[in-house]
């Protein structure tokens, strides 16, 4: 079992809607958590990162993190249909190398 | 500033072929990592160096080798290519200025896509 786990989707929203992507890992040691957008074709770019139990707001976007019950969550509000693309969730570990584990990623579509 | 550069940006080989991909950044980071990514399987850690002068396996090492020349440069070698490691690859890396920690994000790269015959 992965230790970083995502609905593989696709999750289809409408245009205007909030997209919610969900996101559990296993290891309890996780300290520091990432999401990355990634576009059909392209490589990973970094939207926002969290490390506090709570919310965090940058734009449209909104991580939620929860120690706890083991998830993070991203909000993506007012979705448009450039918002569509791969969302990966990756989690790094204190302790050790850092080594970041990803998840396999949610595609959310966002459709007109 | 140029980020994660890799280099080629596709390549086509044929089973038993060898090569070598690059990958170079410029922005002091101590960390960088090879990954692979093939559709359904998320991204995949085949190697890893925390530092200049060493390397340590990740989760799909079999069939690679590394080598990180410099803080700058960290090369992917595939000695004997085969129709498995046909998959877009990453490169990336991380530190806070010179220092890699726990709340530090991963740069990538813009991938390799290869393909073996």
């Known amino acids: 079992q992965k230790e970083v786990e995502q609905n593989s989707g696709p999750l289809s929203v409408p245009e205007g809607a909030i997209a919610s992507l969900n996101c559990t890992y296993s290891?309890?040691?996780?300290?520091?958590f990432f999401w990355y957008r990634q576009y059909s074709g392209k490589s990973p770019e970094l939207i926002m990162f969290?490390?506090?139990?709570g919310d965090k707001e940058d734009g449209r976007f909104t991580a939620q993190l929860n120690k706890a019950s083991q998830y993070v969550s991203l909000l993506i509000r007012d979705s448009q249909p450039s918002d569509s693309a791969t969302y990966l969730c990756?989690?790094?570990?204190?302790?050790?190398?850092?080594?970041?584990?990803f998840g396999r990623g949610t595609s959310l579509i966002v459709h007109p | 500033n140029a980020g994660v550069t890799q280099t080629p940006k596709f390549q086509v080989l044929k089973t038993g072929q060898s090569m070598t991909l690059q990958c170079a950044q410029d922005?002091?980071?101590?960390?960088m990592y090879w990954y692979r990514q093939d559709p359904g399987m998320g991204l995949r850690l085949i190697y890893y160096?925390?530092?200049?002068?060493?390397?340590d396996k990740g989760e799909v090492p079999n069939g690679y080798n590394v080598s990180r020349l410099n803080k700058r440069e960290f090369s992917l070698r595939l000695e004997s290519a085969a129709p498995s490691q046909t998959s877009v690859y990453f490169c990336?890396?991380?530190?806070?200025?010179?220092?890699?920690?726990?709340?530090?994000?991963?740069?990538f790269g813009n991938g390799t896509r290869l393909t073996v015959t």
């Open positions: 990336a890396s991380s530190g806070a200025g010179s220092r890699d920690t726990v709340n530090s994000p991963l740069h």
């Open positions: 290891d309890r040691g996780s300290q520091s």
């Open positions: 969290i490390y506090s139990n």
């Open positions: 990756a989690v790094r570990r204190s302790g050790g190398s850092y080594i970041p584990t």
């Open positions: 922005m002091n980071h101590n960390s």
């Open positions: 160096s925390a530092s200049e002068g060493t390397t």
